[in-house]
């Protein structure tokens, strides 16, 4: 079968590629792709759920070659380029954890110009990118087609929560300890792009937000498929 294309956003905000993958995470890899393929031959929406560094952006990149390798269009795009304008912040909370559950995201926008038009029903006609979460550049304007048979496959914090949960065709929920997430996120983020104390960041702001929506939402609870991503050597798919 001929590899189909992948596609990612514009956005500067970009995974960097993964390093060759142990034998062990291929074969997880492959079994999630078969469990999202067999989600029917239309158009499907995945979402890739789980905290800040669980891994999510690694494995949607490592997704999408599958799924690509199997014959299937694949778009890639990052909730993270649907946050409201850090300009706007003064307006609502956004940097307590609370208030980034609440604020940070445009929901109804991932609805309109994401979720929606890819659905089975929509046009086909996706923003892959509205807000360039680095730049804070608006992309609105770069359309990208999603065509009858391909697969959307969405990365994000909370994108399990009520306003975004029916909007996907298959939900996958990344899991690891707070913790090592905690951990991976201080080690990973540059403190001179976002400006905040990486502790402060990740532990008063992003791991406080996961904790207020995984007492309001459970995300465990509605994913299809729980991968164990803890050691990305030889992660452990629990769920189904």
Known sequence: MERAQVRVSVSTSQPATPPPATPERRDVVARLATHV???????????????????????????????????RPVLRASLDDYKRPWAERHLYDRASGDGFYRNAF????????????AGPDGSGDVVL?????????????????????????????????????????VRIRVEVPPEVALERGIRRDDPTWSGADPWELHHDRYAAAEEVYLREVDPVRLADLVLDNTDPRTPRLLHP
């Open 37 to 71: 393929l067999a989600a029917g031959p239309g158009r499907l929406r995945v979402a890739l759920d789980g905290r800040t560094a669980a891994g999510k952006s690694t494995l949607g990149h490592e997704l999408a070659e599958h799924v690509a390798a199997a014959g």
């Open 129 to 169: 990118c509205a807000l360039d979460a680095f730049a804070q550049v608006d992309r609105r304007d770069v359309v990208d087609h999603l065509p009858d048979d391909g697969v959307l496959l969405v990365d994000g914090v909370f994108a399990l929560r009520p306003e975004l949960v029916d909007g996907w065709d």
């Open 106 to 117: 445009d929901h109804d926008q991932i609805r309109a110009l994401l979720l929606d038009p």
